[in-house]
């Protein structure tokens, strides 16, 4: 069975500071990763995916993340925080089957 | 190109009344899949429909909830007699066919008094 595990249900930097958010997956098989951002009451946005292209996959809002077979991880990472990155981030997998397994979720606070 | 839409925003009902969840999908997406968030909570995947099936319906209850996506219209999530634990956000994605992405609604908050 496929499962996501984030390390740090809450993460908190200072405005300028690098991000890190930890994303470790579970698969027998290749999959497809992907990184969500949700900002209060609303929906989730994509952030940036990996379909097994490049290993490094650059998303919007200057975010990107690196897939690392031998560790099972897709860590999320942004050279300097901002404010309007407060947010929660969600890793999901999805192996073919449609569905996407979502961890539980990190909560980013960016301090001033 | 108007993204995925949900219906209403948020529901309040009673112990034993019914909730209706509307989902209209992205233009040209013919999947559409429904997912829970409880609080403190990832996403949990419900169902996963495309025009007038069900595909994978491994993650719904299996009473008092059901899903349809008809030929015409919206895609609805219907949970009868609800109850307390059903209060959470609902969320709809869609994606096109051949493409393994899902664009995700703004979510119904229902509300169980």
């Known amino acids: 069975a496929q499962s996501v595990t984030q390390l740090g249900s809450h993460v908190s930097v200072s405005e300028g500071a690098l991000v890190l958010l930890r994303c470790n997956y579970s698969?027998?098989?290749?999959?497809?990763l992907f990184w969500y951002v949700q900002y209060p009451n609303q929906g989730l946005q994509l952030l940036l995916k990996y379909t097994s292209a490049a290993t490094l996959v650059k998303g919007i809002n200057g975010f990107e993340a690196e897939f690392k077979k031998s560790e099972t991880s897709f860590h999320l990472t942004k050279p300097s925080a901002h404010m309007s990155d407060a947010a929660e981030y969600f890793c999901?997998?999805?192996?073919?089957?449609?569905?996407?397994?979502f961890g539980k979720g990190t909560k980013l606070t960016v301090n001033p | 190109n108007a993204g995925v839409m949900q219906n209403p925003r948020h529901l309040v009902r009673r112990r034993g009344q019914e909730a209706r969840l509307r989902c209209s999908p992205m233009?040209?997406?013919?999947?559409v899949y429904w997912y829970r968030q409880l609080p403190e909570e990832g996403l949990k995947f419900m169902v996963y429909?495309?025009?007038?099936?069900?595909?994978?319906e491994s993650g719904m209850p299996k009473e008092r909830f059901s899903a349809e996506f008809p030929k015409e219209g919206p895609s609805i999530l219907r949970i009868q007699q609800v109850v307390r634990g059903d209060s959470a956000a609902y969320f709809c994605a869609s994606s096109p066919q051949g493409k393994n992405i899902q664009y995700f609604g703004a979510g119904t908050r229902l509300s169980v008094l």
């Open positions: 999901a997998v999805n192996l073919g089957s449609e569905k996407l397994v």
């Open positions: 698969s027998s098989v290749p999959p497809y």
């Open positions: 233009k040209g997406h013919s999947h």
């Open positions: 429909l495309q025009k007038e099936n069900i595909i994978d």
